[in-house]
Structures are given as C-alpha cells and as structure tokens.
T-cell receptor, first 111, second 113 residues
Framework: GQNIDQPTEMTATEGAIVQINCTYQ??????LFWYQQHAGEAPTFLSY????GLEEKGRFSSFLSRSKGYSYLLLKELQMKDSASYLC????????????FGAGTRLAVHP | EADIYQTPRYLVIGTGKKITLECSQTMGHDKMYWYQQDPGMELHLIHYSYGVNSTEKGDLSSESTVSRIRTEHFPLTLESARPSHTSQYLCASSGVRGSYEQYFGPGTRLTVT
C-alpha cells in the first residue's frame, strides 16, 4: 500500500523551533513537498526536496532521507501566524506532479 | 500570488441536482488537478489533466466528471448530487518547466441536503 504518516497535532511557543516529521511508503518517488494550510484556506507551497539533504528557505527548512523514507520540516523563530496545518506530500509519478498527501499536522503556536 | 480561481466558493444544493464547479487559471499551466478534502482530513486526488483533451481519474473514486477543452479551464460536474458528495473541492495547477509546485484555488465548499 501507500501511506504517509505525520503527527496529528503539535504545540509550540512563539519564538521557539519546531520539527514536524513525515514518513512515507509509496510505490514511486519523484520528490517530497511540504504545504501550509490555514484553517478554511487553500494549501500554499513551502518546499520541495528530491535529493537527500537539507533545503533552507528563510525560517523554514526541509530535510529528506530517501533511504529511510523520512522527511522533516523545521520551523524557526515561530510566530503566531505559523499556526496552521502542515501537509507532507509525495510525487509518485515521475514528474507529473501526481501527489499523495498525508493527513497533515496541526500546529498551534502559543504566546 | 497565484492566479487560479474557483466558483462558487460555497454551494448548498438539494439531492439530485446537477452541478458544475468552475476552475480557471491564467498562468498557462498545462497540468490541472481536482482534490477532495473533508475537514481535518487529507487531500485526495479525484481527477487530473496533463493538457487539452487529456483527463484521468485520480486515486479516490468519484462520481464526478471533468473536461479540459481549453488550457485555462477545468470544470468538474456532478450529474446528480448526493449528501455523500458534501465536501470541499480544491482545484490546482502546475506545469511551468523547472517548477514543481502546485498552485491551489480557494476551494468550493459543497453541501448537498
């Protein structure tokens, strides 16, 4: 089967660092995406990893280990506006962007 | 900001009615997608298209149908709505060479009574 696992919920304090993990088992792999989705809104793109290693983009970084089927999203200097769901998604389709999504991790940032 | 639009944003309709959810993008993307998402749950791909006159069913079985007659337009139709179709429907597009991200529309929240 194909599945993507993420923690359901996480809480963190404003200004702190949080790591959201994602493990996947899919029939193919052509890259892993992280999206942010605020309640009632559409997902917005955060990062894309296709090779092993860390990709850094401002306060957000994403890591991938293809051999372990594992990724994480690292959020630094948390702000209240970072309270949202974070969706891990795998492209199985050789570049056609046919994604399978995890259920998402709801992050609550407290003052 | 992505230029992808969906109408209507909210729709409440009775059982048995035919409905069409509209999706348009002005970015010239060749790939377009329809997802279904229930509250707090994952997005499920129900239809996708790699270009004009190309449509395929996604991972989640759906009674809806789609068409792609123009690059910018990818409507979804339900011939006879049922309460089980109540959900949020999200349209997305991608396709600029070298760019992999999907841009999502604001979604249509459908309630079938």
């Amino acid at each position: 089967g194909q599945n993507i696992d993420q923690p359901t919920e996480m809480t963190a304090t404003e200004g702190a660092i949080v790591q959201i993990n994602c493990t996947y088992q899919t029939s193919g792999f052509n890259g892993l995406f992280w999206y942010q989705q605020h309640a009632g809104e559409a997902p917005t793109f955060l990062s894309y990893n296709v090779l092993d290693g860390l990709e850094e983009k401002g306060r957000f970084s994403s890591f991938l280990s293809r051999s372990k089927g594992y990724s994480y999203l690292l959020l630094k200097e948390l702000q209240m506006k970072d309270s949202a769901s974070y969706l891990c998604a795998v492209d199985r389709s050789g570049g056609y962007n046919k994604l399978i999504f995890g259920a998402g991790t709801r992050l609550a940032v407290h003052p | 900001e992505a230029d992808i639009y969906q109408t209507p944003r909210y729709l409440v309709i009775g059982t048995g009615k035919k409905i069409t959810l509209e999706c348009s993008q002005t970015m010239g993307h060749d790939k377009m997608y329809w997802y279904q998402q229930d509250p707090g749950m994952e997005l499920h791909l129900i239809h996708y298209s790699y270009g004009v006159n190309s449509t395929e069913k996604g991972d989640l079985s759906s009674e809806s149908t789609v068409s792609r007659i123009r690059t910018e337009h990818f409507p979804l139709t339900l011939e006879s709505a049922r309460p089980s179709h109540t959900s949020q429907y999200l349209c997305a597009s991608s396709g600029v060479r070298g760019s992999y991200e999907q841009y999502f529309g604001p979604g249509t929240r459908l309630t079938v009574t």
